[in-house]
């Protein structure tokens, strides 16, 4: 059963309907500052806006803060649920999500979106998904940056860690969209696939059958459903979003145990899913000796950034150019890109697109 708010007055009238579709697991921390994020953008985007949050065997406040929510420019329809043992995981609590978001859809043009419940969405997250959808595509995968709360609580170490990670997988954003060019996804790009933003067209959806579940990276499944039918997918810049870098997550093998392995792992162990320039950028050359260590990511950072020098003395004009962040000997003076209203810090996009196994380092018991 679902339980709906609407309020006062109905917004504007827009072309297209959306639906947000929140999978909620004992997120009280975080869930009342990503529907007032929500409810913000809906009040930018000015259309039918609809937050659908799916409460899966919650224990603490979450219900409490679903029941007692107000919003002033979206409807909030939610629904608390206990999932059977075997699916008690990211891809099935993703999917009912979506599912529910999807049935109060009606046009092939509406839009499906999702977020997740420890995840603030920019003010301007919906108005520029649509315009995205609007120039042709199909979906549209955001970019993830750090709530700067969080990372400030990491401490410092922790926050060199990613920030060296940062660094690299944004030069090899830069050199993958040169080799990988794509009419409708053109530099400047990224190449994060998360569930922190995803949007995809209700017809999209629809054509799919709905999305895929697989225990852990349900996100990036369901872009590459999306690309195997046809879709396209977009990954813009500006449409943004600031999450969390908690380093106890809810679904195991996502990007909270990503992040804890980061930080505690010894100096010289393999990175999961960060591997060298040239196996980086020819995922079917990988190996496990290919992956980087935080004692050699320096150095991989120092190649990827010359390769970006030798890249621009043949630029093409449509080709936009990126700032260096300087690297210091002991990477203390490299400090994370500023500027951002509500985070600091790229989520690196772990996972290599297109790699055979994107958790071959991390096994998920059964």
């Given at each position: 059963?679902?339980?709906?708010?609407?309020p006062g007055s109905s917004p504007p009238y827009a072309k297209r309907a959306v639906a947000i579709a929140i999978p909620v697991k004992n997120e009280d921390q975080y869930l009342l500052g990503c529907?007032?994020?929500?409810?913000?953008?809906?009040?930018?985007?000015?259309?039918?806006?609809?937050?659908?949050?799916?409460?899966?065997?919650?224990?603490?406040?979450?219900?409490?803060?679903?029941?007692?929510?107000?919003?002033?420019?979206?409807?909030?329809?939610?629904?608390?649920?206990?999932?059977?043992?075997?699916?008690?995981?990211?891809?099935?609590?993703?999917?009912?999500?979506?599912?529910?978001?999807?049935?109060?859809?009606?046009?092939?043009?509406?839009?499906?979106?999702?977020?997740?419940?420890?995840?603030?969405?920019?003010?301007?997250?919906?108005?520029?998904?649509?315009?995205?959808?609007?120039?042709?595509?199909?979906?549209?995968?955001?970019?993830?940056?750090?709530?700067?709360?969080?990372?400030?609580?990491?401490?410092?170490?922790?926050?060199?860690?990613?920030?060296?990670?940062?660094?690299?997988?944004?030069?090899?954003?830069?050199?993958?969209?040169?080799?990988?060019?794509?009419?409708?996804?053109?530099?400047?790009?990224?190449?994060?696939?998360?569930?922190?933003?995803?949007?995809?067209?209700?017809?999209?959806?629809?054509?799919?059958?709905?999305?895929?579940?697989?225990?852990?990276?349900?996100?990036?499944?369901?872009?590459?459903?999306?690309?195997?039918?046809?879709?396209?997918?977009?990954?813009?810049?500006?449409?943004?979003?600031?999450?969390?870098?908690?380093?106890?997550?809810?679904?195991?093998?996502?990007?909270?145990?990503?992040?804890?392995?980061?930080?505690?792992?010894?100096?010289?162990?393999?990175?999961?899913?960060?591997?060298?320039?040239?196996?980086?950028?020819?995922?079917?050359?990988?190996?496990?000796?290919?992956?980087?260590?935080?004692?050699?990511?320096?150095?991989?950072?120092?190649?990827?950034?010359?390769?970006?020098?030798?890249?621009?003395?043949?630029?093409?004009?449509?080709?936009?150019?990126?700032?260096?962040?300087?690297?210091?000997?002991?990477?203390?003076?490299?400090?994370?890109?500023?500027?951002?209203?509500?985070?600091?810090?790229?989520?690196?996009?772990?996972?290599?697109?297109?790699?055979?196994?994107?958790?071959?380092?991390?096994?998920?018991?059964?």
């Open positions: 059963m679902i339980a709906s708010f609407k529907l007032d994020a929500l409810d913000r953008a809906a009040g930018r985007y000015g259309g039918k806006v609809v937050i659908v949050a799916m409460a899966n065997d919650c224990t603490d406040g979450t219900i409490d803060i679903l029941t007692n929510w107000r919003p002033t420019h979206a409807t909030i329809a939610w629904s608390a649920v206990s999932l059977l043992p075997g699916a008690r995981h990211a891809g099935w609590a993703r999917r009912l999500a979506l599912d529910a978001g999807a049935a109060l859809l009606k046009h092939p043009t509406d839009l499906l979106l999702s977020t997740d419940a420890d995840t603030n969405v920019s003010a301007d997250w919906i108005v520029r998904i649509v315009a995205h959808v609007d120039a042709g595509n199909d979906a549209v995968a955001g970019r993830a940056l750090t709530l700067r709360s969080d990372r400030a609580s990491l401490g410092a170490a922790a926050r060199r860690r990613l920030d060296q990670l940062g660094r690299y997988y944004t030069a090899l954003d830069y050199l993958r969209a040169r080799a990988e060019t794509e009419p409708h996804d053109p530099w400047p790009r990224h190449f994060y696939e998360g569930g922190a933003s995803i949007a995809v067209t209700y017809a999209m959806y629809r054509r799919i059958g709905g999305a895929p579940t697989p225990p852990v990276a349900e996100d990036r499944a369901l872009f590459d459903r999306i690309r195997a039918h046809g879709g396209q997918v977009r990954h813009p810049l500006d449409v943004r979003v600031f999450t969390s870098c908690r380093i106890s997550g809810r679904a195991p093998g996502g990007m909270a145990d990503a992040v804890a392995r980061w930080i505690d792992q010894p100096v010289d162990a393999p990175l999961h899913e960060t591997y060298a320039v040239t196996a980086a950028l020819n995922p079917a050359s990988a190996n496990p000796g290919d992956q980087l260590s935080f004692a050699t990511l320096p150095d991989a950072i120092r190649e990827a950034q010359t390769l970006i020098r030798l890249t621009r003395v043949f630029q093409s004009p449509e080709v936009e150019t990126i700032r260096f962040v300087p690297i210091a000997a002991n990477d203390r003076d490299a400090g994370p890109e500023r500027g951002v209203q509500f985070g600091d810090g790229i989520v690196p996009a772990f996972g290599i697109v297109g790699l055979a196994d994107p958790v071959d380092q991390h096994h998920i018991p059964a």
